[in-house]
DNA sequence: AAATATTTGTGAAATAAATAACAAAAAAAC
DNA sequence: GTTTTTTTGTTATTTATTTCACAAATATTT
């Protein structure tokens, strides 16, 4: 099994679809239906589900069901992932406020802030000390964290998950993190993703965006 | 020049290196440094500006002004973006408190949503009824728009931007959006981000992380 | 029950992207 | 002023990803 990033990403969108599909009372599905729902190609659904072992039947196309306990399965939805957040600001607030992570199975524990004026005990979810975060994670076991701190706080607050356990970072400060142990980053950058935007609708590159059904998602319509 | 979605979001990347650089004293740069800060090759920098034709000097690296007021350039920063958010939720707020986008020349000129509770005329970014955002578009003559509305009103919410003369998106909604006009769209989905951190570092998965040093900007440090 | 139509699963081919390699240029050293 | 060293710019190579194409399988129709 070979996965790449691109096909998780695209896993995690079949499935998206598939749940509005079931809700539309479909029972089954073909690669062409769920193609057409993200806008990838037939093939590239096929060959992302034989990557990871998920097989229909010739002719009758996936059961629904069971096309998302597997993809369920794969994504690891199988438990409640716990995750915790550094940074009480903008975007961490919004985060922990998100409810688009409930139904996925992601839960949000605790989040962690230096400003003392932002520690609550008594919140939906808790906002600790950030000097709290080390003992916190390694008590719980957490393996996933969210780094939503000012760019100069980041490569710290980093440097305490990594300590502590964490083994994976969603980080949505624009630098890149280091470390010495082993731990997986995923960085998003706001502004680099609305300049891309920009970029590809003011300048003349109009011609090489059709074939940019990109990572992220970035596509033209025409 | 063909230029593709990363070798854009790279050189939003190489930008924000360069910005640290020179508060850092430096005057000239070399591809090795930026390569290094941002974690990609010195070959991937030098083949990046060979492809938008930014050049430097053999031996002498680049200079950073020069180097720097050639990205803004590229990156349509020579004059002020404006840009409006349609859903001041969650991740609609967190945008327009987030002081990210003014560096780079990136104005939030109005925000809209349908509930009434939100409208404010006298707010730092106004925040207007739904019903406002074609007129308002089309008399300020706004090209980007940011979506942040729940999933079911995306598509209605998209269809008004195009109509109003909208040539880019940012969409947060975890859907595929659709139009019969020309419109880039780059959507980013949290949970598929969130998603994808949890595979890697959850899953035996190890071994081909190291290559990918991808779209988003997910590494493995060692 | 046989024939037909359709859709999967997967290697092969094509396309795209990243890395390596190295000649040419220009600082720096001598 | 010549030699040496270093770094760019670009072409060639490698690696990764997507699409094509079609045999095999199985619903559906007759």
């Known amino acids: 099994m070979i996965a790449n990033k691109k096909s998780v990403a695209r896993l995690s969108r079949y499935k998206n679809a598939l749940h509005r599909f079931k809700t539309m009372g479909l029972v089954r599905i073909f690669s062409d239906n769920l193609a057409d729902a993200i806008g990838v190609t037939s093939s590239q659904v096929r060959k992302d589900f034989s990557v990871f072992g998920i097989t229909g039947s010739k002719r009758g196309g996936y059961q629904i069901d069971d096309l ?44 962690f802030d230096i400003d003392a004026q932002k520690w609550s005990d008594t919140a939906p979810v808790p ?30 607050v980093f440097d305490r998950m990594v300590t502590s356990g964490i083994r994976g970072v969603l980080n949505f400060a624009p630098l890149r993190l280091r470390s010495p142990k082993q731990c997986v980053i995923n960085s998003v950058n706001l502004v680099t993703e609305l300049e891309n935007v920009i970029f590809f609708s003011t300048s003349g590159q109009r011609i090489f965006l059709g074939e940019l059904e990109a990572d992220a998602g970035a596509h033209q319509v025409e």
Chains 1, 2 share one sequence.
């Open 127 to 156: 906002v600790y000390s950030l000097d709290r975060l080390i003992p916190f994670v390694n008590a719980r076991g957490i393996k996933i964290g969210i780094i939503a701190v000012p760019e100069s706080a980041a490569q710290m």
């Open 68 to 111: 998302f306990a597997q993809l369920n399965n794969i994504l690891g939805k199988d438990q409640i992932q716990e995750v915790i957040i550094a940074g009480v600001g903008n975007i961490g607030a919004a985060l922990l406020k998100y409810n688009g992570f409930e139904k996925e199975k992601i839960k949000i524990v605790a989040a």
